[in-house]
């Protein structure tokens, strides 16, 4: 039933940063209505350089061949996952029991224990001796990806006519979190009932995700169609989370998206991707804005904040135990 021919819509960065007026108020338009309707949409003109991904993309895959004892030592007990390394198939999506068939290290922003938005919570980052560029590398990408946020944020904060700072200033210096993620190929470790990524939908406000080296990424529309998303050299992918709903009132609901098995041994390969959460600072509470809070007052949910929100769901997926 799947029909590959629908695409998903793809937006430049630089014609909000830097454009013409009508080519920003068309970023608006586009950008909102992307992820009003479509739940994903592609960036490019995003300011994130080439050769930045891949010199990550080379440290993800140099950490994730080490053997598994080595890893071991980066998994944080009692941490969440949020920082550091996670086995394979620790990690489930809400409502199932079956791990995902994947590993990952998470880099967390690095705030000084003074800043009103630091949290104990999640501890300090931890770096893998191993692969000695990789703190500069991944801390470097997490300023980039963080900063091409902030500015769709604001481009979003438009679309709903509210002050422009409006979504970023719940991400400044908030808890936003770099996802390096390594698929195995199936032949060489699998867990019955196990999928790459099981359906899901992300907990936070907006996720951006750099180029996967394999296809797999697959969005469920609005209308319950199971598409297939490329994610193209040059661009970034977007989709919207769990917390953008909440404080949308349900006008930007979460995207339903999964990682589909590879369907065949020739397509057996290993799968590299580095989703970038965008969280709120933990104290942010998350409501509905006035915009949006008389559309749908049935449907409204209590106010609750960034943190309590987190930890819920951080119990659902299983880190925490
Ligand atoms: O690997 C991907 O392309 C997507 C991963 C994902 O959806 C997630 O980790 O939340
Ligand atoms: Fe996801």
């Known amino acids: 039933m799947s029909t590959s021919v629908r695409r998903i819509p793809l937006v430049n960065l630089s014609h909000y940063r830097t454009g013409t007026p009508q080519e920003r108020a068309r970023f608006i338009q586009v950008f909102g209505d992307a992820l009003k309707e479509f739940g994903f949409v592609s960036v490019e003109g995003h300011g994130v350089d080439d050769g930045l991904i891949r010199r990550t993309y080379t440290d993800v895959e140099r950490f994730f061949q080490l053997p598994d004892d080595v890893?071991?030592?980066?998994?944080v007990p009692g941490g969440a996952g949020q920082r550091g390394y996670t086995g394979y198939g620790q990690e489930h999506a809400k409502n199932r029991t079956v791990g995902d068939?994947?590993?990952?290290?998470?880099?967390?922003?690095?705030l000084d224990?003074?800043?009103?938005?630091?949290?104990?919570?999640?501890?300090?980052?931890?770096?893998?001796?191993?692969?000695?560029?990789?703190?500069?590398?991944?801390l470097g990408l997490f300023g980039a990806l963080?900063?091409?946020?902030?500015?769709?944020?604001r481009a979003l904060a438009?679309?709903?006519?509210?002050?422009?700072?409006?979504?970023?200033?719940?991400?400044?210096?908030?808890?936003?979190?770099?996802?390096?993620?390594?698929?195995?190929?199936?032949?060489e470790r699998f867990i019955p009932g196990g999928v790459r990524a099981a359906e899901h939908e992300d907990i936070n406000l907006i996720t951006l995700l750099c180029e996967g080296t394999a296809s797999g990424l697959e969005l469920l529309t609005r209308?319950?169609?199971?598409?297939?998303?490329?994610?193209?050299?040059?661009?970034?992918?977007v989709d919207s989370g769990d917390m953008l709903s909440r404080v949308t009132n349900n006008v930007i609901p979460a995207t339903t998206h999964r990682v589909v098995n590879p369907?065949?041994?020739?397509?057996?390969?290993?799968?590299?991707?580095?989703?970038?959460?965008?969280?709120?600072y933990p104290k942010c509470v998350l409501q509905p804005l006035p915009v949006t809070s008389t559309m749908d007052t049935e449907k409204m949910l209590p106010p609750i904040t960034a943190d309590a929100f987190l930890q819920q769901r951080l119990r659902e997926i299983g880190l925490i135990k």
């Open 71 to 75: 890893k071991r030592h980066y998994t």
């Open 101 to 110: 068939l994947k590993e990952f290290w998470h880099v967390g922003r690095e």
């Open 113 to 138: 224990s003074s800043h009103p938005h630091f949290s104990p919570h999640y501890g300090p980052n931890l770096w893998p001796e191993e692969v000695p560029s990789f703190r500069t590398n991944t």
């Open 146 to 153: 963080d900063e091409a946020a902030a500015v769709m944020l």
């Open 158 to 187: 438009e679309y709903f006519g509210v002050a422009r700072d409006t979504f970023s200033a719940m991400a400044q210096d908030g808890n936003s979190i770099l996802r390096l993620i390594h698929y195995p190929p199936l032949k």
């Open 223 to 237: 209308d319950g169609e199971w598409i297939p998303v490329d994610t193209l050299r040059g661009q970034i992918v």
């Open 263 to 280: 369907k065949s041994p020739s397509e057996d390969t290993t799968r590299y991707s580095m989703p970038f959460f965008v969280h709120p």
